[in-house]
């Protein structure tokens, strides 16, 4: 089968038990960079010497099919640089051409860079939404972040220390200068730093960049207050189109927070006048 195992994304001391006895039986493990495999087993004092295959975002797509081969007949480690495989790394054309073909797939888990900024984050944990990177050119940034402009679950992105500062530069100027946010720098290693404060305040410290691997977790949107005859006209639209009033109150009650009673109410009520 296929085998996606995470590796630590800083501290060695993060591999599981488990990581090490798979990398020390592993017969085939594909790479996203053959030579960070081997520092990692050399690091990890494993011994063993599997055939190691380059699988990153620029063959990934060529070498599925030859890797869901060789998973029909003994396991395939997959391994990103650092993390978990297919997030925000090479993996997901793999997995996707397996379940095609019948070919079992499962995963050796272990740390993640989203997870664990947003656990130290201090921002709501409940609901959440990854972004992966944000776009290169400021006007692919800006346009993405505007269609995120009104997501009120707590965002997580990646993010190149060179372009940190015009990120949350352009964060503030989408999303609010006062949104609270979260820069997390080298998480897991020794000069780990979580700086936390509003967009505006992380963009000026990071107006001349910064080192190491980035996570941004940004605050949701805040929750708008709903207008009740905006609601009602949503509820006599769905009924319009065949939905029973007492279903059409309860979904439009759900998306906006407003009483099902009193939508249902004042939908008879618009009936009868």
Not at 39 to 49: C, D, Q
Not at 117 to 144: I, M, N
Not at 150 to 161: D, L, Y
Request: hydrophobic share 50%; with cysteine.
């Amino acid at each position: 089968m296929i085998i996606l195992a995470a590796t630590p994304i800083g501290n060695l001391g993060d591999a599981s038990a488990r990581l090490v006895e798979l990398l020390g039986s592993a017969t085939v493990v594909a790479a996203e960079d053959t030579r960070v495999t081997q520092r990692l087993l050399a690091g990890l004092g494993v011994e063993n010497r599997p055939r190691l295959i380059a699988l990153h975002e620029h063959n990934e797509r060529d070498r599925a099919a030859e890797l869901v081969e060789l998973a029909r007949d003994q396991d395939v480690v997959v391994l990103s640089d650092a993390g978990m495989p297919t997030v925000s790394d090479p993996g997901f054309p793999l997995v996707e051409a397996a379940a095609a073909a019948g070919v079992g797939v499962t995963v050796v888990p272990g740390p993640s860079a989203v997870l664990t900024a947003l656990a130290v984050s201090g921002l709501p944990t409940d609901r959440f939404t990854f972004e992966g990177f944000l776009p290169r050119k400021h006007g692919e940034r800006t346009s993405g972040l505007r269609a995120l402009a009104g997501e009120q679950r707590t965002m997580v992105f990646f993010e190149s220390p060179n372009r940190l500062g015009a990120s949350l530069t352009d964060l503030a100027d989408v999303f609010g200068a006062d949104r609270r946010a979260v820069v997390c720098r080298e998480l897991t290693k020794l000069h780990e730093e979580v700086r936390r404060g509003t967009l505006a305040e992380l963009a000026e410290w990071a107006a001349d960049g910064a080192r190491g691997e980035i996570v941004v977790v940004v605050a949701g949107a805040p929750a708008r207050e709903a207008d009740p005859a905006t609601a009602l006209a949503q509820v006599q639209a769905l009924v319009a189109d065949g939905a029973r009033l007492k279903e059409a109150a309860a979904e439009v009650a759900e998306a906006t927070g407003l009483s099902r009673r009193d939508l249902y109410q004042a939908a008879l009520a618009a009936r009868r006048a």
